[in-house]
């Protein structure tokens, strides 16, 4: 036939369902015919428009009509008669059907259907038809159960594709001889078992009047149930406020060539929509789409003429057949590599050079249309004109674009270093200007800036050699992380993006404040000099040695203990003496900044607060004690200390000598004096009161303790 349509219903074929033994199939001609053959071959055979969401498992094959690619209508046709002509002919048994009460499976609207059924020859195949008329005939298949020649047996569907105007089910089957058997219509009212109706607010007036005229002025839960599908392009809709509860929805038509510059559409409303299969969207200043990144769903996107630059929420879409990204500002398409069910791609106008990631997959076009890749206005690199879309059309894929080489720079070295903070990397980052045909090119100015981090270069722009190579090195900062080099020259397209990453050194403690490998006095004076501040993160010199993101006198301790080669000490062992010493030290390094001054003085200050204003004993802890106790004191100024202890009766127990102290506070357990009950011979001593007397220089003073055993 040559005719557009066939009577006059405006449709490109009429398939019939006879299913068993085969049908008729009309199609009209034209450059679709072989389409349109395939699919009504497929009802001459019995198949049913498969639109169910729950029938995600698709076979990959040169079609993306949802009946031919559908699994369930391979394994249908694998017992069907046409193909297995050598199975003995037996009286089709009747089938028997009962249907249990539906129940919610899960809300908004997942709905459990469980079915009784017996079929004496044994059944193959069970499918679940529903009518939907808007998108697919008198019917359409929601889903499908292997029952490999079961004769009897409970079947359970879960589905989210019924809606309140749904009406009726019913199963068909086809037994293991290829016999098919069909049961009553099921009476089925989804009202009954989703929760309550609400009031739907949908405060758009434009999307507003658009969903009254596809399902009435009633907004509510339940009546949006019934919105299949939404045809509004060049409404003017900005707000997609109250499709969230659209959960029916298949089919979204929301193109918008007139939309205003400064209107951005916010898509997150529909990011719950499961069963959206189709979705135009093009003209909107979209530039978030990560609400699509859970429509697993869908087939045909149309993201044209937006603000897009990321695209790694498609990355999950394995149903994807046909996508529109044309005019956009997409650069990296490495989201794209594993939609192996993509057959047609429309990157037109976008800033793409590298297509590698499209190399392995199938786009051969579609139904209607043969070309599979869409490249004109990329700045395409090289490697891809010369290599990556040779490979493609060597296996049969349609690419359009530009066939224009231009100047290139390539990586020869120096990528992806790493180096500590405050250095320089050992090996320059080396770049080559090659031309438009390919060639090294001496004489070229090639100038190489920071993009992101803090780091200098050596020298920023260079002249390429006889190799037509140009170098730089790299210091690095004192701020950890990533730094980005953008190399660029002139008729250069598409800038060379380096990077380099600022780390600490192997091993590194916290009390190396400046992060220069060793724990020194350098590093205690920069704590000094931050006293009471917050440093940012990841910045060095990063003096908040305990992370508690103030800089206070427990980072200080925290670095005299690394400081010094005994264990380290907890902040309240800090000392007059070791503090002093390395005030001393701070005061002979070679550069002193206006920084390691302040850190200076504010050592000085502390020192003074170490010292106290008069020596005094103090009581001994534990008290009463058993068999050991400390004895804590301060002195105010540094002299010869004696502890001598004292039976009740005024005998001398013990004599504890500690030689010359310096001033300061003695009252730690790392610092006090120690007593371990023990008399001259190394006796423990008996329970019972004893005095212990401290003299210093001047100084004497006793007090009383009790052993308790």
Known sequence: MSSESLDGGGVGGRGGHLGSSGGKALSIMTTYTAGIIFHELGHAFGLFHDYGTSNSKRISIFTTDPMLNSFCAAEWLNAHRAFNPERQRKQNERSQFIMHPPSLAAPPNAIQLRFEINDPNGIHQVQLLAPMPSYSGDRTLLGCKFLNGDISGTVEFVTNDLTPKTGWVNLRTIDVLGNLAWSQRFPIDITSVIPPPEALSIPDPHLAAAVQRQIGNALTTHAILN???????????????????????MVLYLDDRNAENNTTLDMSPLSGLKNLTTLYLRGNNITDISALSEMKN???????????????????MKNLTTLYLAVNNITDISALSGLKNLRYLDLFWNAVSDISPLVGLNLIGVEWWDEGLRLEKNPLSNESIRIYIPAM??????????????????????????????????????????????????????TFSIREGEAELTDKTVTTDAEGRAKTFLHLGMKLGTITIQATAEEVITPLTLTAQVVLPENHVAADVNADGIVDVMDLVLVAATIGTTPPEDTYPNPDVNGNRVVDNDDLALVMAALETAPAAPAAAMTAETLQRWIDEAKQLTYLDETLLRGIATLEALLASLLPEKT?????????????????FHLAESTEVTLHIYGIDGVLVRTLAFGQKSAGIYDHRTRAAYWDGRNAQGERVASGVYFYTLTAGDYTSTRKMLIRK
């Open 393 to 446: 059309q060597a296996s049969g894929i349609v690419v359009t674009f530009d066939n224009i080489t231009h100047p290139e720079l390539h990586l020869i070295a120096g990528d992806k270093q790493g180096g500590l903070v405050d250095s320089t990397l050992s090996a320059p980052f080396v770049v080559e200007y090659r031309d438009a045909n390919d060639k090294p090119k001496q004489g070229v100015s090639v």
């Open 616 to 632: 005094v004993l103090l009581a001994n802890f534990p008290n009463p004690f058993n068999p050991e106790t400390w004895i804590p």
């Open 227 to 249: 919105l299949q599908g939404l045809n509004a392009p060049n409404s003017g809709i900005t707000d997609l406020t109250g499709l969230e509860h659209a959960h029916n929805l």
């Open 298 to 316: 869908l087939t045909k996107l149309y993201l044209s003429d937006n603000n897009i630059t990321d695209i790694s929420a498609l990355s999950e």
